[in-house]
């Protein structure tokens, strides 16, 4: 049975516009088939449901890019590992994702879709289940992690350091699903802020957004001393290793964590290129990190730190949205690009750097954006 991408990007189409119905539609009869199964979600659905829908448009987009789907099918396999998925859940999953897609796309069904589909579906299930298995032998399904640190940089942003009891391996640039006591089986994603360390410590930086469970208990709930819960470290925002090009990294509130990762990482590669990091916030007071990266700036002569604010008329720095601060500057075409913050800010940002003549393949940011 042969892929067919074309019929199930077209199929897909169909169904991308009553995406709140489908995945409604999917977890209802998933488990209304496979009840046992509910206990491995959380008790509230509505970020599940955007998690499923924003894999499975990513996975259909990039059927026609295999290595590519490849690399993202196992992150996803390994991650899934931390829920306790076995491999009769992919039967019951292939069920449900088969019902959705043929009742929401019922006026072009037909058995070549269905066929299509069926090996879209069985050639992804296998990929992650290969990688699930292959990860189970060297790694654990998930890590846990004493909070060392927990300092408190403004009324809703902190900086969290802690240290896992096992190693966590990980690239700069990737996030890690992270889950507190106080809600079992609500997993968020952070990205990791700090290059790896001999100490095994990661930093996260963690800011409270209105309706966070795990935001908020992790600003205002969590003291030092208190365990995490980690699952494996994901993201494929990694630094260019064998560039020789200058470097800008576009910075928008707690974005920073992961760029600064990939900064400390081109610093202690020995690498000498000039890096420009503009670093925006709404206020003053909410450039939590100036001090460290103002520290940083003084040991590297290489980087030079931007702050930029937006919303503050009385602010007497460099003042506007990052989108349009980067057109200020000559010409960035030349450099390797990280952009990363709120999705419209980043999408945006791209957008304009693009037509200033930045190739899209310099400008590296995560598909998967970690949860601030």
């Keep these: 049975m042969s892929l067919n991408p074309r019929l199930v990007k077209e199929s897909f189409s169909v169904i991308e516009p009553q995406a709140d119905k489908a995945t409604a539609y999917f977890y209802g009869r998933l488990f209304a088939e496979s009840p046992h199964l509910r206990g491995m979600f959380p008790p509230a659905m509505d970020v599940q449901r955007d998690r499923l829908f924003s894999a499975l448009t990513r996975i259909v987009w990039s059927l026609d890019s295999p290595d590519s789907l490849a690399a993202y099918l196992g992150q996803l396999g390994r991650d899934h590992r931390k829920y306790g998925v076995l491999t009769e859940h992919y039967t019951a999953v292939g ?21 299509a589909w069926v090996a879209a579906y ?3 299930a296998k ?40 190693r966590l391996p990980y690239t700069p640039g990737q996030y890690v699903n992270v889950q507190t006591a106080r809600w079992p089986r609500v997993w968020r994603n952070f990205s990791i802020a700090n290059a790896p360390r001999p100490d095994n ?12 469970w ?41 974005g920073l964590a992961p760029l600064k990762a990939i900064i400390e990482h081109i610093i202690a590669s020995g690498r000498r290129p000039n890096i420009h990091l503009l670093y925006g916030a709404r206020t003053s007071e909410e450039l939590y990190d100036l001090p460290d990266l103002i520290r940083m700036e003084s040991s590297f002569p290489w980087l030079r730190v ?8 009385s602010y007497d720095g460099m003042r506007g949205h990052l989108p349009e601060v980067t057109q200020r500057f000559h010409s960035w075409a030349e450099h390797d690009v990280y952009v990363c913050g709120p999705a ?29």
């Design 122 to 124: 069985t050639a992804a």
């Design 127 to 166: 990929l992650m289940m290969e990688s699930a298995e292959s990860d189970s032998g060297g790694s654990p399904a998930w890590w846990l992690a004493e909070v060392i640190d927990h300092e408190q940089r403004h009324r809703d942003i902190a900086v969290l350091t802690l240290r896992a009891t096992q």
């Design 306 to 313: 931007l702050p930029v604010v937006s919303d503050e008329p």
């Design 214 to 254: 795990v935001s908020t208990t992790l600003i205002r709930h969590t003291r030092i001393g208190d365990t995490l819960m980690l699952g494996p470290p994901m993201g494929t925002m990694a630094p260019c290793e064998r560039s020789s090009r200058d470097v800008l990294c576009v910075a928008g509130g707690t």
């Design 344 to 372: 419209s800010m980043v999408n945006e940002t791209v957008r304009r750097l693009q037509i200033d003549g930045v190739p899209l393949s310099r400008i590296h940011r995560d598909i998967v954006q970690a949860e601030r």
């Design 95 to 115: 069920n449900a994702l088969l019902a959705t897609i043929r009742r929401f796309a019922a006026d072009i069904w037909n058995a070549e879709i269905e066929a």
């Design 201 to 212: 410590t990661i930093r996260l930086h963690v800011r409270s957004v209105p309706g966070g």
